[in-house]
């Protein structure tokens, strides 16, 4: 079964630090890249960063130089560490397992999704 649990959401002021986190099953870490996406109201979910499984990242122009990914194989989790927050950085966090393409250096998403954790960015 494929299970993947976010954790570390919350309140942070604009300027602030959130590190997320999302454990996963050794059965996703051994086969998928991981990727997070997030969604704000009223918007359509979008890519903020994605990892393959050979340490090749994909960010979104938005949080470049802001948000970095990264995985612990051995704790079987992907982490996205959020620095020099916006308040446009608001919105639904998910973790997801994907594929990665070498070729265009594209993410697509895969059907596994965690439950999300809210980010709110505020002063």
């Known amino acids: 079964q494929v299970l993947l649990v976010e954790s570390g959401g919350g309140l942070a002021q604009p300027g602030g630090s959130l590190r997320l986190s999302c454990a996963a099953s050794?059965?996703?870490?051994?086969?998928?890249?991981m990727g997070w996406y997030r969604q704000a109201p009223g918007k359509q979910r979008e890519l903020v960063a994605a990892?393959?499984?050979?340490?090749?990242?994909i960010d979104a122009d938005s949080v470049k130089g802001r948000f970095t990914i990264s995985r612990d194989d051995a704790a079987n989790t992907v982490y996205l560490q959020m620095n020099n927050l916006k308040p446009e950085d608001t919105a639904v966090y998910y973790c997801?397992?994907?594929?990665?393409?070498?070729?265009?250096?594209?993410?697509?998403?895969?059907?596994?999704w965690g439950q999300g954790t809210q980010v709110t960015v505020s002063s």
């Open positions: 990892l393959s499984r050979g340490g090749v990242t």
């Open positions: 050794a059965y996703v870490f051994s086969i998928y890249a």
């Open positions: 997801n397992a994907g594929t990665y393409y070498s070729g265009s250096g594209t993410y697509r998403p895969g059907d596994y």
